[in-house]
C-alpha cells in the first residue's frame, strides 16, 4: 500500500511540475532520470574502455606509465555531452556530473577497470568557489558509486588560476597549463595505481601535465577517465 500511494504522489507531483529530459526537452516518465529513452538510447558512446589502443591513448603513449585512457562519450557541438556538461558547469547543475560518472562508472565497473585511489583533476579555489563544485570532484563521486575506489581530493592542488581552454589552439593549451599543479602530498601516490578524472579531454594539455608531476612522485600506473573526448 505505502509504495502505490509513494508512486501515486510521485505521479501528482510530476502532473504538476514536470520533470523534462535535460537533452530534448520533452517530459520524462516513470522510471527516467536526466535523459529520456530515447535520448538515453542515442548517446554517443566511444566504447573506448573496450580496447586500450583507442585514439585517447596514443595521446599519451610517449609515457609508460599511463596504462588506460578512456572517455565515455563523443563531444560533439550541440550534442548530448556537450549540453550536459556545459550545463552542469555553467548552471549550477552537479546532479548531472554525478549521474555520468555513475553511468560511466557501471561500464568501467564490468570492463573490470580499477585503481587503488581516484584523483579529480583539482580546480584553483577562486573557480571553485565561484562555481561551487569541482566538477571533476562530482563525477568521481559517480565513478565511485560502481567502481568503489576512495577519492583523493587532497593530494593535487591547482597553484596557478589559467583562462579557459574552450577556444585556445592546441599550442596555447599547452603553455595556458605549463605548471599548474602540484603535488600536495607525494606520500599519498607514491606506489600505487591511481586513476586521474577530468570533465573533457581534446589536446590533452591538461591532463597531460598533471601525468608529469604524477610521474616524478612515483606514481605506480596512471589512468585517465573522462566523460567526453572532444577534438
Not at 560533439?76 to 553511468?103: C, D, W
Not at 570492463?111 to 568557489?129: F, R
Not at 578524472?197 to 594539455?205: F, I
Request: glycine letters at 6%; aromatic letters at 10%.
Amino acid at each position: 500500500m505505502k509504495s502505490f500511494l509513494h508512486q501515486l504522489f510521485d505521479d501528482f507531483v510530476s502532473l504538476m511540475f514536470p520533470r523534462i529530459c535535460f537533452n530534448c526537452k520533452k517530459p520524462l516518465v516513470y522510471q527516467e532520470e536526466i535523459l529520456c529513452i530515447g535520448c538515453y538510447s542515442r548517446m554517443p558512446e566511444t566504447n573506448y574502455h573496450l580496447f586500450k589502443e583507442n585514439p585517447l591513448y596514443q595521446k599519451f603513449a610517449y609515457e609508460s606509465k599511463v596504462k588506460f585512457v578512456s572517455a565515455f562519450l563523443f563531444y560533439n557541438r550541440k550534442g548530448v555531452a556537450q549540453k550536459l556538461i556545459h550545463t552542469m558547469k555553467y548552471k549550477n547543475m552537479p546532479q548531472l556530473g554525478k549521474f555520468l560518472g555513475s553511468e560511466y562508472g557501471r561500464r568501467l565497473c564490468s570492463a573490470g577497470v580499477t585503481a587503488d585511489i581516484i584523483l579529480p583533476v583539482p580546480i584553483h579555489a577562486k573557480k571553485e568557489a565561484l562555481r561551487g563544485f569541482n566538477q571533476s570532484q562530482i563525477i568521481a563521486e559517480g565513478l565511485t558509486e560502481h567502481l568503489e575506489i576512495p577519492i583523493d581530493s587532497k593530494s593535487i592542488i591547482r597553484k596557478a588560476f589559467t583562462l579557459t581552454q574552450t577556444r585556445k589552439s592546441r599550442v596555447e593549451r599547452w603553455l595556458n597549463v605549463e605548471d599548474v599543479y602540484l603535488v600536495n602530498d607525494p606520500e599519498n601516490i607514491e606506489g600505487k595505481s591511481v586513476m586521474v578524472v577530468d570533465d573533457v579531454l581534446t589536446t590533452g594539455a591538461t591532463i597531460g601535465t598533471l601525468v608529469d608531476q604524477l610521474v616524478k612522485v612515483g606514481a605506480e600506473s596512471i589512468s585517465i577517465v573522462t566523460i567526453a573526448a572532444g577534438k
